[in-house]
């Protein structure tokens, strides 16, 4: 790889659009955020990739492009098989696309996959072989990176674990603990209890309800410790199915929940013990995201780099 090629890597979410461009060794050196309405569908998106890929700095020295895709892709092909927030990206041949419209080389792979591999390599799990990482937002998923690779299943997926039941009623991790599920446990106590600490904060803070927590564990708020003391009894659970399965070296906790820090993590790191065999024992270490947001840009930028390895390996062999 030419020592002044750069490596740009996007995240297309439901709700964001992350645009970044990194060095040869993948330092990222210039980042583009925007907001991304669902409701309009695929195309304005892909004109704002298009067109806050030319403002980034530095694009016409990329040489690969890494993708993390909010949804089930074909890895091996660059497809879209579908979107669950945004219509129009059904079957639509993205790696394709994007190569005939930028001439660089590109890859794909969905979002939280993608970010396991940001965290396997330059976050929390650097130095470990079997990561497992699960980001908790509006919605849960999961990725699982073995000796520095994506570790994958039969396309179009793998490593659910926001789709995993709790009990035989289909009440699944991310029905229970996902962002959008706290927030309606929030949202319905509220409408109880109007008089409660959360019904005050709820006055002077925007949505979502989730954001409510901190401020309320701040003030020792009974109520709220419920709320994450359930939350966190179904992650436990949830994730003792992770390990007994895939027995990581280490699970690293990312999401918008993850800001809660150690209100989450501490008492998560003595839930799950319980619900795991004493053969298991000691469990996984649990770390929370060291990278936040630029989990999937981060891991993106590591894909576009495994293409030049692979090329290097190719060139080599022949």
């Not at 469990?283 to 999937?296: D, H, K, M, W």
């Amino acid at each position: 790889m030419q020592a002044n090629m750069k490596l740009a890597g996007i995240e297309i979410g439901g709700t964001k659009l992350q645009l970044c461009i990194a060095d040869a060794s993948g330092e990222i050196l210039h980042c583009l955020r925007y907001s991304i309405l669902p409701s309009g569908g695929a195309e304005p998106i892909k004109k704002q990739i298009l067109d806050g890929l030319m403002e980034l700095k530095g694009f016409d020295a990329v040489g690969k492009i890494g993708i993390g895709f909010g949804g089930p892709v074909d890895w091996n092909t660059g497809v879209i098989k579908t979107s669950h927030q945004v219509s129009g990206w059904a079957e639509f041949p993205f790696t394709e696309w994007l190569e005939k419209a930028t001439g660089k080389r590109v890859v794909m792979d969905n979002d939280a996959n993608v970010a396991a591999l940001g965290e396997a390599t330059q976050g929390k799990g650097k130095g470990f072989n079997r990561v497992f990482y699960i980001t908790i937002g509006s919605g849960i998923g999961g990725g699982l990176v073995i000796d520095g690779k994506i570790y994958h299943g039969q396309v179009p997926g793998e490593m659910e674990i926001g789709h995993v039941r709790l009990d035989k009623n289909g009440t699944t991790l991310e029905s229970t603990c996902s962002g959008w599920a706290v927030d309606e446990q929030i949202q319905s106590f509220i409408s109880k209890n109007s008089q409660s600490l959360l019904a005050e904060l709820s006055r002077s803070h925007s949505k979502p309800f989730a954001n409510l927590l901190a401020p309320a564990l701040d003030q020792h708020d009974e109520h709220a410790k419920m709320i994450i003391s359930s939350v966190v009894d179904n992650l436990s659970f949830g994730l003792s199915h992770v390990v007994h399965l895939l027995h990581p070296d280490i699970i690293v906790v990312g999401g918008g929940l993850s800001l809660l820090g150690n209100y989450l993590l501490h008492p998560l790191r003595l839930q799950l013990p319980k619900y795991v065999m004493e053969a298991f024992h000691p469990v996984p270490c649990i770390e929370l995201s060291a990278i936040g947001e630029q989990a999937v840009p981060l891991g993106a930028i590591e894909l576009a780099k495994s293409i030049v390895k692979e090329q290097t390996k190719t060139a080599n062999i022949q």
